[in-house]
């Protein structure tokens, strides 16, 4: 018996050690770069000296401008289809790449995601001159963690998350197993001051729905949940249609009308 004991003991550990150590190597999974040069992006400096690259789309009669955090295995130049409809619907866009995604130098780790969007925010706001009270931080999955990171410490309009997880290691199992986590977003919504929209698939298998739910109720702000009916991870804007587009039109025009 103490035999056993001694073993779950030394396995605990190891797990432990695995992910605290190579976590970030299994969240984070940079595909081919979606463009192969630089035209038509900007490239901005981050606080550790690394350059990432963000692509800009405004839209002169849009009063918000969507900061956005995308999600994993993509980048920005995979993107631009998607910036184009936010566009076409009224909005602009400015979205960035992390560490190490598309051409933007540098490893993708937790830390640095919350280093690329500051420098994104920082473009946006000192460079661009787009006022904090104009920008919405906009994240998908675990783009989602960065736009909520961003939002609990900087000033912005309102916040839309979609695909978001509770926390990283969670994804696997509804009970915390770890004396930490990667990417507490369930710890950070509780503290969040601006209004949210969160968006979520009723069918998402990489990001089961009670994620959704579980951050929705932790939130305490005015908030509006947009559950879309047998739609996965990925394929929530084709599912949806154009009451994707009116959901966000909405949201903003509900909540943000008096700012």
Same mark, same amino acid.
């Given at each position: 018996?103490?035999?056993?004991?001694?073993?779950? /003991?030394?396995?605990?550990?190891?797990?432990?050690?695995?992910?605290?150590?190579?976590?970030?190597?299994?969240?984070?999974?940079?595909?081919?770069?979606?463009?192969?040069?630089?035209?038509?992006?900007?490239?901005?400096?981050?606080?550790?000296?690394?350059?990432?690259?963000?692509?800009?789309?405004?839209?002169?009669?849009?009063?918000?401008?969507?900061?956005?955090?995308?999600?994993?295995?993509?980048?920005?130049?995979?993107?631009?289809?998607?910036?184009?409809?936010?566009?076409?619907?009224?909005?602009?866009?400015?979205?960035?790449?992390?560490?190490?995604?598309?051409?933007?130098?540098?490893?993708?780790?937790?830390?640095?995601?919350?280093?690329?969007?500051?420098?994104?925010?920082?473009?946006?706001? *000192?460079?661009?001159?787009?006022?904090?009270?104009?920008?919405?931080?906009?994240?998908?999955?675990? +783009?989602?963690?960065?736009?909520?990171?961003?939002?609990?410490?900087?000033? /912005?309009?309102?916040?839309?998350?979609?695909?978001?997880?509770?926390?990283?290691?969670?994804?696997?199992?509804?009970?915390?197993?770890?004396?930490?986590? *990667?990417?507490?977003?369930?710890?950070?919504?509780?503290?969040?001051?601006?209004?949210?929209?969160?968006?979520?698939?009723?069918?998402?298998?990489?990001?089961?729905?009670?994620?959704?739910?579980?951050?929705?109720?932790?939130?305490?702000?005015?908030?509006?949940?947009?559950?879309?009916?047998?739609? +996965?991870?990925?394929?929530? /804007?084709?599912?949806?249609?154009?009451?994707?587009?009116?959901?966000?039109?909405?949201?903003?025009?509900?909540?943000?009308?008096?700012?």
């Amino acid at each position: 018996m103490k035999l056993i004991i001694i073993n779950i /003991v030394i396995g605990y550990v190891l797990l432990v050690l695995f992910a605290y150590f190579v976590s970030d190597h299994m969240i984070f999974f940079p595909p081919r770069s979606g463009y192969k040069d630089s035209h038509g992006f900007i490239k901005v400096m981050t606080a550790d000296g690394e350059s990432i690259f963000a692509y800009y789309l405004p839209n002169k009669n849009a009063k918000y401008t969507l900061l956005v955090s995308h999600g994993n295995a993509e980048d920005i130049g995979y993107m631009i289809p998607f910036f184009q409809q936010m566009y076409k619907h009224g909005l602009s866009v400015f979205a960035y790449d992390y560490h190490g995604y598309g051409l933007s130098s540098g490893k993708p780790t937790e830390h640095n995601t919350y280093l690329d969007v500051d420098a994104a925010y920082d473009y946006l706001t *000192k460079v661009l001159r787009i006022a904090p009270e104009n920008i919405i931080s906009y994240g998908h999955s675990v +783009g989602a963690a960065v736009a909520l990171d961003l939002a609990v410490r900087k000033p /912005v309009a309102a916040v839309i998350l979609q695909g978001a997880f509770v926390a990283a290691f969670r994804v696997i199992t509804r009970i915390p197993l770890l004396p930490f986590d *990667k990417f507490d977003n369930l710890k950070k919504i509780g503290v969040l001051k601006s209004p949210l929209l969160m968006i979520h698939g009723t069918a998402d298998n990489v990001i089961p729905y009670w994620h959704g739910q579980k951050l929705y109720d932790a939130a305490k702000v005015s908030k509006q949940f947009y559950s879309v009916k047998n739609a +996965g991870h990925n394929d929530i /804007v084709i599912a949806s249609g154009e009451e994707y587009w009116n959901t966000i039109n909405d949201f903003i025009q509900q909540y943000l009308a008096e700012k």
